[in-house]
């Protein structure tokens, strides 16, 4: 997976919305399985850190 590669703070969820290309269901248990701080960061705290949302 991606964090493993890349690490927690460098990696973002993304979809590739409205397209229906792929696994979305499974993906979004992938995530769900990461450690609570991992998940967090994932899911949102980095790109409020990247793109300076406030």
């Known amino acids: ?3 493993s590669v890349f690490g927690s703070g460098n ?3 993304g979809s590739d919305y ?3 290309i792929g696994d979305p269901i499974g ?3 992938r995530v769900d399985r990461l450690p609570a701080g991992v998940r967090e960061r994932v899911r949102g705290r980095n790109s409020e850190r990247i793109f300076d949302f406030r």
């Open 1 to 3: 997976m991606a964090v």
């Open 11 to 13: 990696v973002l969820y």
């Open 18 to 20: 409205p397209h229906t």
């Open 27 to 29: 993906c979004f248990a």
